[in-house]
């Protein structure tokens, strides 16, 4: 056994390989790293090149590779490195960094054919890894140019031609494994993921709305045009005043920020809906976050989630892929959830000692009315006659930070709006809570999506009524109604550093904006939300009544089996086709063999010719002729069609 | 006799005899699909297998590019296992002259291969030898090496013809089994015993004066006018003859089997190939004596190949 072995071994003996293999190689391993080099820590990427242009250098210099026990006390190096890095060597991250580590020395050790292939291969999976970050339009076109130089590396390792030629043909290769990836993508039975647990770090923290809200922090994300969700409604949007996409609710106050608290949930609606209805669908950018995005009063809950009881909507799992739900919400119902005294007194929860005046202020609003719904008018008009301003830079506000704003500063965001209301409220013994989430959005009117960019997250109040419910209340709209109304760019001062989208200007800007969300929306719902549910509806639309995965793959099974035959068929039918002098010479054998003349292989024509003369005197000379063109047809350097047409005519004549 | 029998053996030789057909290939042999065989390689196994991980990963982490990339290379698994049988599907074999050699070296044979289209990464291997590689631009005659074993005629063993052209992963092979057979010359002795004249009576012991007349031959432009055998041509009508004199031979030798030292037949045979190789590297006219066999004196190729073939087939 072991004797076979070795023998296998020697058979297929490391070739060393050639300068061209070399550089074939190189530049697979760079073009697989490419795409991860913004993804991967940058001491990696540093290494990584360091390694490769070691690699480079030796090529160039064809010096000597390194011993193995240079590269092993390099590998292990590495593997502490990452070890220290990420705290573990076990994750998708940790794993990714020990393949990039390992393809730069790989590229060191690059002897034979087999090293060859071990670098392709983990070129591949490296470009597969790349798409745990960025599955972009751009990233896809960004590995497909990576794919097309590693392919060329592999086939370089067969055969060596000229660069270009090289690319060409890896071109012609995967564009011919095209076909075959699209009945693939297509009828390939599809399996919701994961199919185990995911690691811990499989999904980091992406943006958006956070679990706690501190002075600043909306503002924040308020300066990117990164898209949150995208809308589909099955009619005419609502009005501004309704475009309320509730998020979060954020309970706990400590003075400075307000903290989400989990409430229980509920796997049914806790009330009736009644009334008019507003159907939409949801595309949601994952924020590995629970939390799903609804207008508010939501009549149904997507599958695999929850509704809790401060109403909101939560998926089962943290939200880490683009995720489309479908949604109903009743604007008009109201509503009144049983409030538990748990919400209730979370709601009236606030520390000692802070904010004093506005605390003395609401306690006098308190000792003056009864009615908590005259409270809030009067505390709406105290708002609005404080003429504060709506701007995102507001002045930095720490301690007592809702008595700055009001009577100080008077500047601030939503945040600090929205915030100094609730604690208002709160000192006012009325419940109150802050709702995270966006307001407004717009239609893209390429594709009639309505996109909600990260520009519009907002945050308001919800006050609870006795027999109102939780009403919602936002002092942002009473101060600076425009901000409602018209969006951002009309609620702030123009001088304000804006995200570009939110910007009213620059109208063809905004138009070849809107062209490339609505192709990356489309590229999103057609390709990458490609997944069980729109294979069903995809394949039942194609005319396959109940797909299962018994039907996909017969299906499957026979368009690969009809590509692959066209193929072979092609590759078969471009038959041997002797050229044309060729094929009037073996015309001329053929008519020497009646007389028992055969042509051994080995013959040439002048051979072949002296042969047959010997064999036939009297047409000696007649043979001599055309064994003469036949050898200026093959063998001289320039042909016309003249002399074809003189050797068809002498073979025609020729009659033994 | 007339009654059918199941015989479960002849389906199985039926078989046996497509796959591993004892009649030889007539040529010209056109590599067709039935004869040509493909699987994959252990770098194709490799990738198989990095395919399959990366089409795991995709579905654990829901990569949509991911099934796309790995379906894509998938589908050029698939097209390089067509493009590499398409390598060789087509091509026409047949055998060219082949070149003989001495026994412990390497003899030569001949492969005549038509094509429309190039090929590259062909690669030819005889039985157990090591394979060549060739890449094949346009119709060519290929001389493929062989160890020679044992003087006589070595015949052509089965030839693969594989290639794992453009990716290596799979191999597309086929043989050929051509009726050649190539001359072995036997393998000159290391050392040889000088060669000595035999012993022999009469006229025919003593080595002939520079002067001696020797013989006619046609006549050369080169050649001296008194040379010319001038009655002879008349008499022959053949042309102008010249003498030939022993001089210019320098001394025709005979190589004499039954003369030459040595304890086997083997033995005998190395040292008069030594001879002979000698006597042609010195220009010398030799003729060569195997009992009744006579090869008359002269020195260029065709008389050694013809010496060298006498000596091989004894």
Redesign the interface.
Known sequence: MFSIFKRKRLA?NPVPLTLAQSWWLFAAAIAALVPLLEHIPVWLSATAAVGMAWRAWLIWRAGRLPPRWLLFILVAAGCVAVAVEYRTLFGRNPGLALLVMFLALKLLELRS??DG??VV?LG??L???S??FN?SIA??LL?TVA?IVI?AA??S???V?TPRRQLQ?SAL??A??????LV??VL?P???????G?PQD?FTASSGLSESMSPGSISKVAQSDAIAFRVKFKGQPPPPQQQYWRGLTLTQYDGVSWKYRPEPEMSELPYEPTGKSIDYEVTLEPHNQRWLFALEKAGELPPASSISRDGLILANQPVR?RLRYSMRSYPDLATDPKTTVRIFKAALQLPNGVNPRTRALAESWRAQYDDPEKIVQVAIAFFQSQFLTYTLNPPLMQENAVDAFLFQHKRGFCEHFASAFAFAMRAALIPARIVGGYQGGEVNPVDGYFTVRQYDAHVWVEVWLKGRGWVRVDPTADSAPSRIENGLSQAVAANESLPLMARNNYAWLRELRYRWDATANAWNQA?????PERQRDLLSKLGMPEPDWKQMTAWLAAL?GL??LG??LF??H?????DEAGRIWQAFQRRLARREITIA??MGPATYASYAAAQLPQHATAIHAIAECYAALRYAPEQTAAHLAHFKALVARFKP | MNTFVLRPGLALSQLRQRIWPRHPDTAPLTLSQRRIYVLPTRAGLAYGATLALMLVGSINYNLSLGYALTFLLGGLGVIASVNTFRNLAGLQLSPARHTPGFAGELLHYGLQLNTARPRPGLRFQFADSAQSSFNLEESHTLSLPLPALQRGWQAMPRLTISTTWPLGLVRAWSYARFQEQCLVYPAPALTAPPYTPPEREGAQQRSPEPDDFFGLRPHRNTDLLQHVAWKASARLDEGLLSKQFASEHGSAIWFDLAHTPGTSLEEKIAILVRWILDAHASKQSYGLKLGTLRLEPANDNDHLHACLQALALI
């Open positions: 297929l054919a087999r292939v071990t291969l591949c999976f470009l597969l890894a798409f745990f599955q990233a896809a590995v794919l392919v592999l086939l390792l067969q055969h031609s043909q290769l995967l011919q494994a095209l076909p075959f990836m693939l993508f390939f599809r399996v919701q993921g994961p199919l185990w995911l499989a892929n390709i990458l939300g490609f997944n690969c590509l692959l193929f072979t590759a078969l471009q038959r041997e086709q002797r292989a080995w």
